[in-house]
C-alpha cells in the first residue's frame, strides 16, 4: 500500500512511525514532512495547504489512503477534494471540521445540545464587544473565532487587557478574516485534560487521556504556546469523570454534528477543563493534538491504519481498540525565544541510539551539517515506562543527550501530574 500523510510536523512523524509498522504499507509519503520524517517517509515539497497540489500527487502516485493531519487543510476541505478525486481519506470533512474551524459555530453546538462549557457571548461589532466590558466582571476569556496557530484565546484579567485583545482583533485584523467575530466567555478554573478520540459518527472511542503543557515557562508562566510537553495518562482523568465525558459529552457530541448534517468521521479532539462543578468543553479540535500524539501514539496497540481504515468505512464498531497500561512523556526541545522570534539554522546532535526514538518537528537536513534547526518546537522526545515517574525519567534523560545551539526545554512536564498522584498516595 502506498500512504500519504499531510502535515510536517511531530505530531505527523508520530503518525508517520506508527503507520509504518503496518506489514501491509509498501511507501509513505509526507507532505511537505521534515528533515526528521525524512528517515520514515518519501518527503515531497508540497505544502499542507496546497490541496490542489495534494490532489495531483496523489493521483500521479496512485496513493491508496491519505492522511490528512494538520487543521488548516482540514478546515479547507482537504478531505472533500481527496475523496472526490477517489481517494480514500482518513479525517473529517469541511463541513465537519467547522468544530475546530469556527469557536462560534462549536459554542453554538453546545449550547444548542447542551454540552456543558464556558457561558459565552458572540459579538461581530467591535463597538458592542467593548461594550460588554463595561459590566463584565474579570477575568474573561477572549477568543478570536477562527483559526489563529494556537494564539487566539487570551486571558484578560483587567477591562484594559480585555479591550486591547478585542482591538487586536478586531481592528488590528491581527489573526485576519479569524477575528471577523470573538467569542467572550466565562474563565474556568481547574486542571486540563485533552482526550483525543476515534469516531466514525456512529461510534466514538476515546484514546488513553493526556496532559499538555502549553504555556512556554515552567510553572505555567509565560506565553501560551502550541504545546511544550505531555504526559499520559492525566491522573485527573479518573474513571469517574471519563464516564461522565462520554455521557455528557462525547456522546452528545457526536449526536448533535449528525443532527446538524455534519457527520464527524476522524480523530475527534476534546479539550477538558475538570471544574468543581464538572468536566467542561474548553475547545474541540478536529484533529490528532500537537504534542499529544507523541505521547498517546506510543501507547496505542492496536494497529493504527486499521483502525483509521475502519473510521472511513464506519466499522469502528467492530474493531477492538487496546493501549498499553504504561505511561509516556515527551519533552518538546524547542528553539530559545519560540514562541515569539527565535534564530534557526543549528546543527543538532543527536546520539545514533537515539535517533530512531525521537519525533522531529521543526528540523531540516543540511547538505553538510546534517539535522538542523529550522522552526519553534524542534524535537519531541519521548520515553514510555511502567510508571509515570519512571517516564518523565527517562525523558529527560534522553534530553540530556541531545543537543543544539539556542536549544531550551521546560523542566518541569509531568510535575503537576505527579504531584497529584502522589497527593493521592
Ligand atoms: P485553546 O487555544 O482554545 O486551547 O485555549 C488555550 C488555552 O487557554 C487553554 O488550554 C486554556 O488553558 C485556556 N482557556 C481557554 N478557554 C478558557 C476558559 N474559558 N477559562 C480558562 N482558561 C481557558
Ligand atoms: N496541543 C494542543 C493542540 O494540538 O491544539
Known amino acids: 500500500m502506498k500512504v500519504l500523510v499531510v502535515g510536517g510536523?511531530?505530531?505527523?512523524?508520530?503518525?508517520?512511525?506508527?503507520?509504518?509498522?503496518?506489514?501491509?504499507?509498501?511507501?509513505?509519503?509526507?507532505?511537505?514532512g521534515n528533515?526528521?520524517?525524512?528517515?520514515?517517509?518519501?518527503c515531497v515539497s508540497i505544502s499542507a495547504t496546497d490541496i490542489e497540489g495534494i490532489r495531483r500527487f496523489a493521483l500521479e502516485n496512485a496513493i491508496d489512503f491519505a492522511v490528512v493531519a494538520p487543521d488548516d487543510p482540514l478546515v479547507l476541505g482537504a478531505v472533500d477534494v481527496l475523496e472526490d478525486a477517489g481517494i480514500k481519506c482518513f479525517g473529517p470533512?469541511?463541513?465537519?471540521?467547522?468544530i475546530e474551524g469556527s469557536k462560534v459555530f462549536s459554542k453554538e453546538l453546545m449550547h444548542k445540545y447542551g454540552i456543558p462549557t464556558a457561558e459565552y457571548k458572540v459579538f461581530d461589532s467591535q463597538k458592542e464587544a467593548l461594550s460588554y466590558l463595561d459590566e463584565a466582571e474579570f477575568p474573561q476569556v477572549i477568543k478570536a473565532d477562527g483559526l489563529a496557530l494556537g494564539k487566539g484565546v487570551i486571558i484578560a484579567f483587567t477591562k484594559e487587557q480585555a479591550t486591547d485583545?478585542?482591538?487586536?482583533?478586531?481592528?488590528?485584523?491581527?489573526?485576519?478574516?479569524?477575528?471577523?467575530?470573538?467569542?467572550?466567555?466565562?474563565?474556568?478554573?481547574?486542571?486540563?485534560?485533552?482526550?483525543?478520540?476515534?469516531?466514525?459518527?456512529?461510534?466514538?472511542?476515546?484514546?488513553?487521556?493526556?496532559?499538555?503543557?502549553?504555556?512556554?515557562?515552567?510553572?505555567?508562566?509565560?506565553?501560551?504556546?502550541?504545546?511544550?510537553?505531555t504526559i499520559a495518562p492525566n491522573p485527573f482523568y479518573t474513571e469517574e469523570v471519563a464516564s461522565e465525558?462520554?455521557?455528557?459529552?462525547?456522546?452528545?457530541?457526536?449526536?448533535?454534528?449528525?443532527?446538524?448534517?455534519?457527520?464527524?468521521?476522524?480523530?475527534?479532539?476534546?479539550?477538558?477543563?475538570?471544574?468543581?462543578?464538572?468536566?467542561?468543553?474548553?475547545?474541540?479540535?478536529?484533529?490528532?493534538?500537537?504534542p499529544e500524539t507523541q505521547v498517546v501514539l506510543p501507547l496505542l496497540k492496536t494497529d493504527l491504519l486499521d483502525i483509521m481504515m475502519a473510521v472511513r468505512e464506519e466499522r469502528?464498531?467492530?474493531?477492538?481498540?487496546?493501549?498499553?497500561s504504561q505511561a509516556a512523556c515527551c519533552v518538546i526541545m524547542a528553539s530559545s525565544g519560540y514562541p515569539s522570534k527565535y534564530s534557526k539554522g543549528y546543527k543538532i546532535?543527536?546520539?545514533?541510539?537515539?535517533?530512531?526514538?525521537?519525533?522531529?518537528?521543526?528540523?531540516?537536513?543540511?547538505?553538510?551539517?546534517?539535522?538542523?534547526?529550522?522552526?519553534?518546537?524542534?524535537?519531541?522526545?519521548?520515553?514510555?515506562?511502567?510508571?509515570?515517574?519512571?517516564?518523565?525519567?527517562?525523558?529527560?534523560?534522553?534530553?540530556?543527550?541531545?543537543?543544539?545551539?539556542?536549544?531550551?526545554?521546560?523542566?518541569?512536564?509531568?510535575?503537576?501530574?505527579?504531584?497529584?498522584?502522589?497527593?493521592?498516595?
Open 9 to 32: 510536523g511531530g505530531r505527523e512523524h508520530a503518525i508517520i512511525k506508527k503507520i509504518k509498522q503496518n506489514p501491509r504499507v509498501d511507501e509513505i509519503y509526507a507532505l511537505p
Open 35 to 42: 528533515g526528521g520524517i525524512a528517515r520514515d517517509a518519501v
Open 93 to 98: 470533512d469541511k463541513k465537519a471540521a467547522i
Open 165 to 229: 485583545a478585542i482591538k487586536s482583533i478586531m481592528q488590528d485584523k491581527i489573526f485576519g478574516a479569524s477575528g471577523n467575530r470573538v467569542v467572550i466567555e466565562e474563565f474556568l478554573k481547574g486542571p486540563e485534560v485533552s482526550v483525543l478520540s476515534f469516531t466514525d459518527g456512529k461510534t466514538i472511542v476515546p484514546m488513553i487521556s493526556s496532559m499538555d503543557h502549553k504555556r512556554a515557562l515552567d510553572n505555567d508562566m509565560g506565553l501560551n504556546t502550541g504545546g511544550m510537553g
Open 245 to 290: 465525558c462520554m455521557e455528557k459529552i462525547f456522546l452528545p457530541t457526536i449526536r448533535a454534528m449528525n443532527a446538524e448534517g455534519r457527520k464527524f468521521k476522524g480523530c475527534l479532539y476534546f479539550g477538558l477543563m475538570i471544574t468543581p462543578k464538572g468536566p467542561r468543553v474548553i475547545e474541540y479540535n478536529c484533529r490528532f493534538g500537537d
Open 316 to 324: 469502528l464498531e467492530n474493531v477492538d481498540i487496546e493501549f498499553s
Open 349 to 425: 546532535s543527536v546520539p545514533d541510539s537515539l535517533i530512531e526514538k525521537i519525533y522531529v518537528a521543526g528540523a531540516s537536513l543540511d547538505p553538510e551539517k546534517g539535522l538542523v534547526t529550522s522552526g519553534g518546537r524542534v524535537l519531541g522526545v519521548t520515553a514510555k515506562a511502567d510508571s509515570l515517574g519512571d517516564a518523565v525519567k527517562a525523558a529527560y534523560d534522553m534530553v540530556g543527550k541531545i543537543s543544539f545551539e539556542n536549544a531550551y526545554y521546560r523542566r518541569d512536564i509531568g510535575k503537576r501530574a505527579l504531584d497529584a498522584i502522589n497527593s493521592k498516595g
